[in-house]
């Protein structure tokens, strides 16, 4: 079985640009969640899509939004970048309550 | 507000002493309450969950509404199970995101 997937792994941005990150969920996973981890502090809940639609979101801006395919994979799309947006980006696929996390993709904004 | 504290940033024992890892929450319905763990290069995967009442590697937590507490307990610490430990909730509902805490390092030393 394979399980979830992040691409890429770490990139660097400019402040003001626009960034997609993508996730690949564990097979027959219908459920995926993002999630930003700071620097010694724990993850935070971006938001979560169920069957291609938002089912809710945490305490972050509109310019962090998002997408479900109908293969359940999904990309996190962040506009105008900010230097705080530098973190490790998590996607977790879920199903039965169980989410099973991505690797994680290291934005750095300079 | 959900919250979830992890007051400990480190913990270090001997190998073979007891281990508490202390996670405390702030939920005013029925959460469900969930550790995970991080190994040095690996992701974040479930340690346990509370419904499921299992031991895994040896640890175990008890759900105590009463104190809305949720400790991670070994009764002897081994070097592989130095890492970096979550204490996490969700509201209740399979899939819903998850609060984290901000995480605990433990450290084995022989």
């Known amino acids: 079985e394979t399980g979830v997937t992040q691409s890429p792994t770490h990139l660097i941005k400019t402040r003001g640009q626009q960034v997609t990150l993508r996730c690949s969920s564990q097979?027959?996973?219908?459920?995926v969640s993002w999630y930003q981890q700071a620097l010694g502090q724990g993850p935070q809940f971006i938001f979560q899509?169920?069957?291609?639609?938002?089912?809710g979101r945490g305490n972050f801006p509109p310019r962090f939004s998002g997408l479900q395919f109908p293969n359940y994979s999904s990309e996190l799309n962040v506009n105008a970048l900010e230097l705080d947006d530098s973190a490790l980006y998590l996607c977790?696929?879920?199903?039965?309550?169980?989410?099973?996390f991505g690797p994680g993709t290291r934005l750095t904004v300079t | 507000a959900q919250r979830v504290t992890q007051p400990e940033k480190l913990l270090s024992v001997f190998k073979g002493a007891p281990v508490e890892l202390k996670c405390n929450y702030s939920y005013s319905g029925s959460p469900e309450l969930f550790w995970y763990v991080q190994y040095s290069r690996q992701r974040l995967q479930l340690l346990l969950r509370?419904?499921s009442r299992e031991s895994i590697k040896g640890f175990t937590a008890d759900l105590n509404k009463g104190e809305t507490s949720f400790h991670l307990k070994k009764p002897f610490a081994q070097e592989e199970d130095s890492a970096m430990y979550y204490c996490?909730?969700?509201?209740?509902?399979?899939?819903?995101?998850?609060?984290f805490g901000k995480g605990t390092t433990l450290s084995v030393s022989s």
């Open positions: 996490a909730l969700s509201e209740g509902q399979a899939g819903t995101a998850l609060i």
């Open positions: 509370h419904i």
């Open positions: 977790a696929s879920s199903l039965r309550g169980e989410q099973y």
């Open positions: 097979s027959g996973h219908n459920t």
């Open positions: 899509y169920y069957r291609e639609e938002e089912n």
